[in-house]
C-alpha cells in the first residue's frame, strides 16, 4: 500500500482526495492545509483520517512515501524542497512553478536526490484526448495529420466580479489564460501532434478588471508539419451545458478525414466522402472534466508501482513551460 498525503485544501484538492480514495493501492492518510479548518472539513467530507496545519509536523508523524502539492505554484519549490529533504517522491499540480528557471530548479532538485516527480497535468488525460490519440495512432483518419483546432468559450470571466467566488487569485496574476489555461492545451497538442516546431501567439486583455489575459490565439506548428490552433478566450460564453466538461470544441484534420469533439464529450468520425458517425467510447461528468483527475492519479500510481516513466514527468513538462514562455515573450508579456 502506498501512503500520501495531501497538502493543501483549497478548491481543486477536493477533486485529487475524491480520487485518491477510488485508488486501492493508495492508503491517503492525511491532509495538510495552512487553515486546519478547511484542512479537517475535507478530511471529513471524505473521510481521511488526520489533518495538519504544518508540513514538518506532517512528515514528523507520518510514514510517506509520496506526496501530493496541490498549492499555489510559488509554494511549489519549497514544499518539494522539505519533501526531497524526507525522500518522497512526488506528485505536483500544475502549474510548476510561477516561472521557467524555478521550475528547472525544481525539477533538478528531485532528480539530483534520485527522486520521482509527476506533474498533475490532467487535460491530456480526458477521455475524449485518450480516444483521439487512440485513433491517429491506428491511422483511423490518414497516416498525414493536418490539422488540430481547439476552440474554448468559458464564460467565467466577463462580470466585474469574474473568478471571486471560485478562484479569486485569478484576478491580480500578471498572466491568467496561457499560464494557468493555454499550458494545459500545449501539453494537449503536444501528447496528439508530437513536438512543436515553433508557436505565433496574439494575446488580449477582454476584462478591464483583472490584471491578466484573457483572450488568445496561437497558431503552433508541429515537426511533422501539421499546424494547431488555440483559439480561447475566458470572457465569451458557450452555446449551453457544461463550459467545463470538455473546455471547448475540437476538430482533428488528416489525409483521411476528421475527428470532432463536441462539447459534451460525443466524438465523430468523418472521413473523406462518408457521413458523420459517432465514435462510441466510455466517457461520464464525474470529479472533473471527464473524471481526469482519477484518471492522472492512476496513471501516477501504475508508473509508480512499476518503475516505470511518468508521462508527464518533470523534465518532459519544461518543454511545455519552454512553449508558454515563447508565447509570453512574443506577447511582450
Given at each position: 500500500m502506498t501512503k500520501i498525503a495531501?497538502?493543501?485544501?483549497?478548491?481543486f484538492a477536493a477533486f485529487h482526495v475524491e480520487a485518491w480514495q477510488r485508488i486501492p493501492e493508495v492508503e491517503l492518510v492525511a491532509i495538510c492545509d495552512l487553515d486546519r479548518a478547511k484542512a479537517q472539513a475535507m478530511a471529513d467530507r471524505y473521510g481521511v483520517a488526520r489533518v495538519y496545519d504544518r508540513v514538518e509536523t506532517l512528515f514528523d508523524r507520518e510514514e510517506l512515501q509520496v506526496v501530493d502539492i496541490i498549492t499555489p505554484p510559488d509554494?511549489?519549490?519549497?514544499?518539494?524542497?522539505?519533501?526531497?529533504?524526507?525522500g518522497l517522491h512526488i506528485i505536483c499540480q500544475k502549474p510548476l512553478a510561477p516561472d521557467l528557471e524555478t521550475a528547472r530548479e525544481?525539477?533538478?532538485?528531485?532528480?539530483d536526490a534520485g527522486l520521482r516527480l509527476m506533474v498533475h497535468e490532467n487535460f491530456r488525460f480526458q477521455p475524449w484526448y485518450r480516444q483521439i490519440k487512440a485513433l491517429l495512432r491506428a491511422g483511423v483518419i490518414g497516416d498525414r495529420l493536418h490539422r488540430i483546432y481547439f476552440r474554448m468559450r468559458t464564460g467565467d470571466g466577463w462580470p466585474d466580479d469574474a473568478y471571486l467566488s471560485r478562484q479569486p487569485y485569478f484576478r491580480?496574476?500578471?498572466?491568467?489564460?496561457?499560464?494557468?489555461?493555454?499550458?494545459?492545451?500545449?501539453?494537449?497538442?503536444?501528447?496528439?501532434?508530437?513536438?512543436?516546431?515553433?508557436?505565433?501567439?496574439?494575446l488580449q486583455r477582454l476584462n478591464p478588471h483583472i490584471a491578466g489575459e484573457d483572450a488568445a490565439l496561437l497558431l503552433f506548428e508541429f515537426e511533422n508539419g501539421a499546424l494547431g490552433i488555440w483559439d480561447a478566450n475566458r470572457y465569451n460564453e458557450p452555446a449551453g451545458g457544461n463550459a467545463r466538461y470538455t473546455f471547448g470544441e475540437m476538430?482533428?484534420?488528416?489525409s483521411g478525414g476528421s475527428i470532432r469533439l463536441y462539447t459534451d464529450g460525443r466524438l465523430t468520425l468523418q472521413l473523406l466522402g462518408?457521413?458523420?458517425?459517432?465514435?462510441?467510447?466510455?466517457?461520464?461528468?464525474?470529479n472533473f472534466a471527464g473524471d481526469c483527475v482519477y484518471a492522472t492519479q492512476r496513471a501516477f500510481v501504475d508508473a509508480f508501482l512499476q518503475n516505470e516513466p511518468f508521462e508527464t514527468g518533470g523534465p518532459d513538462y519544461l518543454r511545455n513551460m519552454e512553449w508558454q514562455e515563447v508565447i509570453y515573450k512574443q506577447a511582450g508579456n
Amino acid at each position: 500500500m502506498t501512503k500520501i498525503a495531501c497538502i493543501g485544501a483549497g478548491y481543486f484538492a477536493a477533486f485529487h482526495v475524491e480520487a485518491w480514495q477510488r485508488i486501492p493501492e493508495v492508503e491517503l492518510v492525511a491532509i495538510c492545509d495552512l487553515d486546519r479548518a478547511k484542512a479537517q472539513a475535507m478530511a471529513d467530507r471524505y473521510g481521511v483520517a488526520r489533518v495538519y496545519d504544518r508540513v514538518e509536523t506532517l512528515f514528523d508523524r507520518e510514514e510517506l512515501q509520496v506526496v501530493d502539492i496541490i498549492t499555489p505554484p510559488d509554494t511549489h519549490l519549497k514544499l518539494c524542497r522539505q519533501a526531497v529533504a524526507r525522500g518522497l517522491h512526488i506528485i505536483c499540480q500544475k502549474p510548476l512553478a510561477p516561472d521557467l528557471e524555478t521550475a528547472r530548479e525544481l525539477v533538478q532538485l528531485v532528480t539530483d536526490a534520485g527522486l520521482r516527480l509527476m506533474v498533475h497535468e490532467n487535460f491530456r488525460f480526458q477521455p475524449w484526448y485518450r480516444q483521439i490519440k487512440a485513433l491517429l495512432r491506428a491511422g483511423v483518419i490518414g497516416d498525414r495529420l493536418h490539422r488540430i483546432y481547439f476552440r474554448m468559450r468559458t464564460g467565467d470571466g466577463w462580470p466585474d466580479d469574474a473568478y471571486l467566488s471560485r478562484q479569486p487569485y485569478f484576478r491580480t496574476m500578471p498572466r491568467l489564460l496561457i499560464f494557468e489555461t493555454g499550458i494545459h492545451f500545449i501539453d494537449t497538442f503536444r501528447f496528439l501532434a508530437g513536438e512543436i516546431a515553433g508557436v505565433t501567439a496574439r494575446l488580449q486583455r477582454l476584462n478591464p478588471h483583472i490584471a491578466g489575459e484573457d483572450a488568445a490565439l496561437l497558431l503552433f506548428e508541429f515537426e511533422n508539419g501539421a499546424l494547431g490552433i488555440w483559439d480561447a478566450n475566458r470572457y465569451n460564453e458557450p452555446a449551453g451545458g457544461n463550459a467545463r466538461y470538455t473546455f471547448g470544441e475540437m476538430l482533428v484534420e488528416g489525409s483521411g478525414g476528421s475527428i470532432r469533439l463536441y462539447t459534451d464529450g460525443r466524438l465523430t468520425l468523418q472521413l473523406l466522402g462518408k457521413a458523420e458517425a459517432d465514435i462510441p467510447y466510455d466517457h461520464e461528468d464525474r470529479n472533473f472534466a471527464g473524471d481526469c483527475v482519477y484518471a492522472t492519479q492512476r496513471a501516477f500510481v501504475d508508473a509508480f508501482l512499476q518503475n516505470e516513466p511518468f508521462e508527464t514527468g518533470g523534465p518532459d513538462y519544461l518543454r511545455n513551460m519552454e512553449w508558454q514562455e515563447v508565447i509570453y515573450k512574443q506577447a511582450g508579456n
